[in-house]
């Protein structure tokens, strides 16, 4: 049973998990979306939409909670002064998981996360 799992492993310990979730988070800030497996892309929504909901209100607190989350200030300040502005009256929903075709490969099931304008 998946008693108290909010998140998933994806097949990593907990250090890796967290190198791979920041590195995820970097890219699709940086470039405003980024191709993936699903499962990841599902997941990266579970950390980058409190973040942007952080980010709307721009306080030197948010900014440093944001910063130490991503790993990246360059990235951070990208979320807070372009991103979010343009979210301001969403309330939620950020991110759209777009389903790509499978990867030649390994099969393994690909998708887009990309912000929604």
Same mark, same amino acid.
């Given at each position: 049973?998946?008693?108290?799992?909010?998140?998933?492993?994806?097949?990593? *310990?907990? $250090?890796?998990?967290?190198?791979?979730?920041? /590195?995820?988070?970097? &890219?699709?800030?940086?470039? $405003?979306?980024?191709?993936?497996? *699903?499962?990841?892309?599902? *997941?990266?929504?579970?950390? @980058?939409? !409190?973040?942007? #909901?952080?980010?709307?209100? =721009? &306080?030197?607190?948010? +900014?440093?909670?944001? &910063? /130490? +989350?991503? $790993?990246? !200030?360059?990235?951070?300040?990208?979320? %807070?002064?372009? @991103?979010? !502005?343009?979210?301001?009256?969403?309330?939620?929903?950020? #991110?759209? %998981?777009?389903?790509?075709?499978?990867?030649?490969? =390994? $099969?393994?099931?690909?998708?887009?996360?990309?912000?929604? &304008?």
């Amino acid at each position: 049973m998946r008693h108290h799992e909010k998140y998933k492993t994806l097949g990593r *310990e907990k $250090g890796q998990r967290t190198a791979l979730v920041r /590195s995820l988070l970097r &890219s699709l800030v940086i470039h $405003g979306g980024i191709t993936t497996t *699903e499962t990841r892309a599902k *997941e990266l929504r579970k950390y @980058i939409e !409190p973040l942007v #909901t952080k980010a709307k209100t =721009d &306080s030197l607190a948010n +900014r440093r909670l944001i &910063s /130490s +989350r991503i $790993g990246d !200030p360059k990235a951070a300040k990208k979320l %807070v002064e372009v @991103i979010a !502005p343009a979210h301001k009256t969403r309330t939620g929903g950020y #991110t759209r %998981v777009v389903k790509l075709p499978l990867r030649k490969a =390994d $099969g393994a099931k690909m998708a887009h996360i990309q912000f929604v &304008s």
